[in-house]
């Protein structure tokens, strides 16, 4: 299944976001077994008039050493396809997979001592330019694990532009959020201009 966002800006608007700098940024939803301290800015980029987002559900896990900090890019150490139903085991060789018969749901056991974060990335194309960063991250102990399961759901906002897969302090209260589906796959979205917010035009298949 392919999901397509499009977003539109009329041009006095972009004027200003270019002026202040800021990014047009998607934050996409991962159910997590543990919490995670501060979102991850999944998809980043200076905006245009009309901006085209697309991607599929294929991710992949991930492990990181990166501080999870605001303004913090994180950089993948590990990484391997992400597979329903499997359980990947972090040691010296990297993350190894196997499946468990866990439905949905992706595990990850962390087996190296440090302080090591995990998660789901996910590739997207932007305006035709295929991309590849993190949806989420999670601290996990030495020997402990986490579950991951993601959904279709993201958050559309403006914040200070810096790069896809850089930690955020938070996702702003006036972000827009919408869940997409197998019925409605597609979105087009309106920028306005007073209030800084993104809204839904209009949804489709």
């Keep these: 299944m392919q999901y397509e966002l499009t977003m539109r800006i009329d041009p006095q608007a972009l004027r200003r976001i270019h002026e202040m700098d800021m990014g047009l940024t998607l934050v996409k939803s991962v159910v997590s077994s543990l919490p995670a301290h501060l ?4 998809v980043q980029f200076q905006p245009l008039e009309v901006n085209q987002v697309t991607w599929t559900e294929a991710c992949s896990i991930y492990a990181t050493e990166t501080p999870l900090q ?3 890019t994180i950089v993948q150490i590990s990484e391997a396809p992400a597979q329903p139903g499997w359980v990947y085991i972090f040691n010296e060789g990297g993350l190894e997979g196997e499946p468990a018969n866990l439905g949905e749901v992706c595990k990850v056991v962390n087996g190296r001592q440090g302080p090591f974060a995990f998660g789901l990335a996910q590739q997207a194309t932007i305006g035709g330019n295929p991309m590849l960063a993190p949806l989420n991250a999670v601290t996990v102990p030495f020997n402990e694990t986490v579950n991951f399961t993601p959904k279709e759901t993201v958050s559309i906002c403006l914040a200070p532009l810096t790069s896809n897969g ?3 302090s938070r996702v702003p209260g006036n972000a827009l959020t919408l869940s997409l589906t197998a019925q ?3 979105a087009v979205i309106g920028f306005n201009d007073e209030s800084n917010t993104f809204y839904l035009i209009s949804r489709g298949e």
Excluded at 39 to 42: F, R, S, Y
């Design 166 to 168: 850089v930690v955020l």
């Design 184 to 186: 409605a796959p597609t």
């Design 70 to 72: 605001p303004g913090e």
């Design 39 to 42: 979102p991850v800015a999944w």
